[in-house]
T-cell receptor, first 118, second 115 residues
Framework: GAVVSQHPSRVICKSGTSVKIECRSL??????MFWYRQFPKQSLMLMAT?????????EQGVEKDKFLINHASLTLSTLTVTSAHPEDSSFYIC??????????????FGEGSRLTVL | SQKIEQNSEALNIQEGKTATLTCNYT??????LQWYRQDPGRGPVFLLL?????KEKRKERLKVTFDTTLKQSLFHITASQPADSATYLC??????????????FGKGTKLSVIP
């Protein structure tokens, strides 16, 4: 099966610092990766969609200058939370799809990254 | 407005019984619907996908139905086991099957199977 690895699984940082989260597809090439955010007892909220080699598409209300997404290769996407504040504390999850748009299928999710901003 | 509702936030069931979880949606016309399992502190894991032209789909002890008239999907776990305890999420493509892979998720139902 397809494996998506996310790192780090937990990170604690001080307010004002930047944090980078990596998402890697280990055994397939991910043409599209998605970044989600999940608060306790809430559904996963899509933050942005990234295609390899192009700019990410952000969902309404998500600040692109605060949540920097880079999808430099077919196996790696990174999310950088810049100048993090306590309200950015959340569970961030990446997912990847094998195919280009036009096909249906499941998403493969990373293990998630718990960010705590003090 | 568009909504995905999983009617029960939590469901407790006795081991060996069949668990039935409900997912209702409004103002969507999805070409398919998916179910995922999420354990605490982990990312979701794909379970089943059912297309709009399929009434029912099975995988081992799991069964999913999809009624596009009622705008509802039911997710069944037969002969439930304590290891089935988790949160189950339904998800659909909000762009009516455009194949964008963008999924919109329900809040999930936390299932607890009691030994």
């Amino acid at each position: 099966g397809a494996v998506v690895s996310q790192h780090p699984s937990r990170v604690i940082c001080k307010s004002g610092t930047s944090v980078k989260i990596e998402c890697r597809s280990l055994d397939f090439q991910a043409t599209t990766m998605f970044w989600y955010r999940q608060f306790p007892k809430q559904s996963l909220m899509l933050m942005a969609t990234s295609n390899e080699g192009s700019k990410a598409t952000y969902e309404q209300g998500v600040e692109k200058d605060k949540f920097l997404i880079n999808h430099a290769s077919l196996t790696l996407s990174t999310l950088t939370v810049t100048s993090a504040h306590p309200e950015d504390s959340s569970f961030y999850i990446c997912s990847a799809s094998r195919y280009l748009t036009g096909r249906t299928g499941e998403l493969f999710f990373g293990e998630g990254s718990r960010l705590t901003v003090l | 407005s568009q909504k995905i509702e999983q009617n029960s936030e939590a469901l407790n069931i006795q081991e060996g019984k069949t668990a039935t979880l409900t997912c209702n949606y409004t103002n969507y016309s999805p070409a398919y619907l998916q179910w995922y399992r999420q354990d605490p502190g982990r990312g979701p894991v794909f379970l089943l996908l059912i297309r709009e032209n399929e009434k029912e789909k099975r995988k081992e002890r799991l069964k999913v139905t999809f009624d596009t008239t009622l705008k509802q999907s039911l997710f069944h776990i037969t002969a439930s086991q304590p290891a089935d305890s988790a949160t189950y999420l339904c998800a659909l493509d909000p762009f009516s099957g455009a194949g964008s892979y963008q999924l919109t998720f329900g809040k999930g139902t936390k299932l607890s199977v009691i030994p």
